[in-house]
């Protein structure tokens, strides 16, 4: 299986993209990873919400292919604690999904469109993070659950 992880607009925090470079890096030991940034929408200033989220989902959709599977990172998606996280990856893999595609909104959420295309939604917490360090909790997750699977030392239950 493949993961790939799709956001809306660059890091333009050089700590953070450190650290999601090194966790990415590591993640990479386990499984095809990649991160995929979609350039940040020009002149939104004449834009509604509305629009913007479309625009932003027709990037999103021009980045998929038919056998994807679509799970959208958002506030009301289900929650999972990290060995639970391992678990769903688990199932994945043995159900024979091709690539695993997660996808960070922008600004004002996902289109409707976007929406309906999803196979789930997955929310990191309760509390609302900058873009930006979603990326960072994500990906660090992922690894997370990889060395769950695993039974390597990097998680203490």
Known sequence: MNIKLIAIGKTDNKSLQTLIDDYT???SFYIKFDLEIIPD???VKNLSESQQKEKEGELILSKLSATDQLILLDENGKTFSSV???EELQKKMNSGVKTLVFV???PYGF???IYKKAQGK???SLMTFSHQMVRLFFIEQLYRGFTILRNEPYHHQ
């Open 41 to 43: 929408i020009k002149n």
């Open 104 to 106: 960070i909104g922008g």
């Open 111 to 113: 289109s409707e469109t």
């Open 122 to 124: 997955v929310s990191l």
């Open 25 to 27: 890096k590591r993640l």
């Open 84 to 86: 639970g996280f391992s």
